[in-house]
């Protein structure tokens, strides 16, 4: 059974740091993995998506990294701005394309002013 | 990339009763997912909805309390039945985008308290 844990549960930091949240999941059998941020009370944004035979994804100041061997992904944030507060979630696909995501448990990012 | 609409955005309701919350996709797709969000948790899929045929349930879930209808490829009901407050959470629909990818996009979500 794939299990997803995301580490650190929470982080605080102040803006304009740079700052890494982890992912990692145990079965190494995925189609792909997807990050998604959830505002409070609200339903979930893609962020960026890696396909299996890809090491990484950027989209302006995200970066996602993908090791699949060792059943690791990053979330890369640079210069981190206070609207980048919310709950990053990680999410697998098995193989199979259309199978059922697993979710992480998330990191609640604080951005302080 | 797909747009996904749901109704209602947030209800609270009495015990014993049941709510129907809607979906709708601006394109059509083959499957829809239902996914549950209790407080302070991740999400746990309910179950995959097919157009012209019955939903499949995700363990712990069965269609006496949480039956759904997908009439055609852009449209879905998730109804709670008897509700009880642990069925307080945010309901959301999901839906798989086209291509190879298979990139999954979500609804706003629907926020229940039951009391």
């Known amino acids: 059974k794939q299990e997803v844990t995301q580490i650190p549960a929470a982080l605080s930091v102040p803006e304009g740091e740079n700052l890494v949240l982890n992912c990692s999941f145990t079965?190494?059998?995925?189609?792909?993995l997807q990050w998604f941020r959830q505002d409070p009370g609200k339903g979930l944004t893609s962020l960026l998506l890696i396909q299996s035979s890809q090491r990484e994804q950027t989209s302006g100041r995200l970066n996602a990294s993908l090791d699949k061997s060792s059943g690791r992904s990053t979330l890369y944030i640079a210069a981190s701005q206070p609207g980048d507060s919310a709950t990053y979630l990680c999410?697998?696909?098995?193989?199979?394309?259309?199978?059922?995501?697993?979710f992480g448990e998330g990191t609640q990012l604080t951005v302080n002013p | 990339s797909a747009v996904i609409s749901q109704k209602p955005s947030r209800d609270i309701c009495q015990r014993g009763t049941s709510l129907t919350i809607q979906c709708q996709v601006d394109s059509q797709v083959t499957m829809m997912f239902w996914y549950r969000q209790q407080p302070g948790q991740s999400l746990t899929l309910i179950a995959t909805?097919?157009?012209?045929?019955?939903?499949?349930?995700e363990s712990g879930f069965v269609i006496d309390k949480f039956p759904i209808s997908r009439p055609n490829l852009t449209f879905s009901t998730l109804t709670v039945s008897n509700m009880s407050p642990e069925d307080s959470s945010i309901y959301l629909c999901s839906v798989s985008g086209t291509g190879i990818y298979n990139e999954q996009f979500f609804g706003p979500g629907t926020r229940l308290t039951v009391l």
């Open positions: 909805a097919n157009q012209g045929s019955e939903a499949t349930y």
């Open positions: 079965d190494s059998a995925i189609y792909n």
């Open positions: 999410a697998v696909r098995r193989e199979t394309s259309g199978s059922r995501l697993t």
